[in-house]
């Protein structure tokens, strides 16, 4: 059974730092492209970040700023999501998600299977 969980959210001041974890089951998560969304209230759902065999790590915001870090930890399954310097911006439910086509993209209709999400709240 597939199954993606995300842990590592909570409540952060801003300039904290953050690790949110994905821990896959079912699968091999070097196999997969695997990515981080995020959906903020009233906004629609958008790609963080992602990461695969294929294309390595791909920013899809901050990218200039470099305040996020993927990576993978394939001998655990888990792929993580390094966040510093935190903003209120960016108080959102994050998402990771995993695409069998091994390919990075921020368009959410290439996932195939997501994560229960976590909160992320980022007070000033």
């Known amino acids: 059974q597939v199954q993606l969980v995300e842990s590592g959210g909570g409540l952060v001041q801003a300039g904290g730092s953050l690790r949110l974890s994905c821990v896959a089951s079912?699968?091999?998560?070097?196999?997969?492209?695997i990515g981080w969304f995020r959906q903020a209230p009233g906004k629609e759902r958008e790609g963080v970040s992602c990461?695969?065999?294929?294309?390595?790590?791909?920013y899809y915001i901050d990218f200039e700023e470099g305040r996020f870090t993927i990576s993978k930890d394939n001998a655990n399954n888990t792929v993580y999501l390094q966040m510093n310097s935190l903003q209120p911006v960016d108080t959102a439910v994050y998402y990771c998600?995993?695409?069998?086509?091994?390919?990075?993209?921020?368009?959410?209709?290439?996932?195939?299977?997501w994560g229960q999400g976590t909160q992320v709240t980022v007070s000033p």
């Open positions: 998600a995993a695409s069998r086509l091994n390919y990075c993209a921020d368009n959410s209709i290439i996932y195939h299977y």
């Open positions: 079912g699968f091999t998560v070097d196999d997969y492209a």
């Open positions: 990461i695969s065999k294929n294309f390595g790590s791909v």
